[in-house]
Nanobody
Framework: QVQLVESGGGLVQAGGSLILSCAAS????????MGWYRQPPGKQRELVGR????????NYADSVKGRFTISRDNAKKQVYLQMSSLKPEDTAVYYC??????????????WGQGTLVTVSS
C-alpha cells in the first residue's frame, strides 16, 4: 500500500515560520510531480505549489509566492513546504499530493491525510 503522511503542522503566530514534511512509503518505483494543497476553514481545497520529479521546477500560488518554498529529497521520498511570514489567512489543513508509479507499474494519484496549520494574529 502506498501512502503519504504529512507532519509538522501546528499553531504559529503571524509572521512566524513553519516547515511541513510529507513522507511517502510503500511499494514505490518512482514519484513524479508532487504538490502541496490547502483547505481553509469553510473553503475549497486550493493549490499551494508543485514541484517536478527532479526538484528543479516549482510553481506557486500567487498568494504564497516569495513566502513559501517547496523542496524534495528523492532519496528519502520526502517533500517539504517551508512557510515563512505566515498570515492568519494561511490557516488551513495542508495536504500533500504525489503522482506515484508503483513497483507493479500502476500510476496512482495519492493524497495524504492532511495536517492543520493555524496562524494566530
Amino acid at each position: 500500500q502506498v501512502q503519504l503522511v504529512e507532519s509538522g503542522g501546528g499553531l504559529v503566530q503571524a509572521g512566524g515560520s513553519l516547515i511541513l514534511s510529507c513522507a511517502a512509503s510503500g511499494s514505490i518505483l518512482s514519484i513524479n510531480d508532487m504538490g502541496w494543497y490547502r483547505q481553509p476553514p469553510g473553503k475549497q481545497r486550493e493549490l499551494v505549489g508543485r514541484i517536478t520529479s527532479s526538484g528543479r521546477g516549482t510553481n506557486y500560488a500567487d498568494s504564497v509566492k516569495g513566502r513559501f518554498t517547496i523542496s524534495r529529497d528523492n532519496a528519502k521520498k520526502q517533500v517539504y513546504l517551508q512557510m515563512s511570514s505566515l498570515k492568519p489567512e494561511d490557516t488551513a489543513v495542508y495536504y500533500c499530493n504525489g503522482q506515484v508509479t508503483t513497483t507493479g507499474f500502476r500510476h496512482l494519484d495519492i493524497w495524504g491525510q492532511g495536517t492543520l496549520v493555524t496562524v494566530s494574529s
